[in-house]
């Protein structure tokens, strides 16, 4: 169920994302090829995050593992823990290799947020640069069509020159 799911989300995301382009495409076919250009160094910024991600998943889970079997060996040996007196010591081992796993996630974590922030400067930079592009350097598209929720503080300034836009001083 859960894979059909999945499936059928990237099936209708896929979709989505391609006939925004095609009509983004017919709107402005400069524009459109700026928001697809940051494809690659997405693409990178992900390899490159993989390939930190991917020892410190494997050091993870080996030391899970090794705490699993430290755990394993502790219960299965109960009587003779406690007939040295072994309590503190087994507790002591346990708990270090707890404390190992703990290390390698929080060094994941920190891979990941990094890669999470540095990706999402490069989207909102892209998103920077098309409404620059959008103000500034398109002859055949206002930049009111693209922003609507900012027509209030727009206005067109002469019937000549219909694309140039002038910034509304709020009303105090």
């Known amino acids: 169920m859960a894979t059909s799911l999945a499936s059928c989300m990237i099936i209708q995301h896929l979709t989505t994302c391609t006939a925004c382009l ?12 700026v928001i697809p250009s940051a494809g ?5 910024i992900q390899a490159l995050s993989q390939g930190f991600a991917s020892p410190l998943l494997s050091h993870e889970r080996e030391q899970t593992g ?3 079997t430290i755990i394993e060996c502790a219960i299965a040996a109960i009587a003779t823990v406690k007939v040295f ?13 707890f404390r190992r796993p703990k290390t390698a996630a ?11 922030g540095i990706a999402q400067f490069v989207m909102m930079g892209m998103y920077r640069l098309l409404r620059h592009l959008l103000m500034f350097n398109s002859p055949r598209l206002p930049y009111v069509s693209y922003f609507p929720h900012r027509r209030s503080e727009i206005a067109h300034v002469a019937q000549d020159h219909p694309n140039e836009v002038l910034w509304r001083t709020p009303a105090a």
């Open 22 to 33: 095609i009509v983004a495409f017919m709107r402005s076919w400069a524009l459109t090829l």
């Open 40 to 44: 690659p160094l997405l693409m990178f």
């Open 66 to 68: 090794i705490s699993a």
């Open 85 to 97: 007196n072994a309590a503190d010591m087994e507790s002591q081992r346990a708990n270090d290799s």
């Open 106 to 116: 929080t060094k994941l974590n920190r891979v990941w947020g990094t890669t999470s």
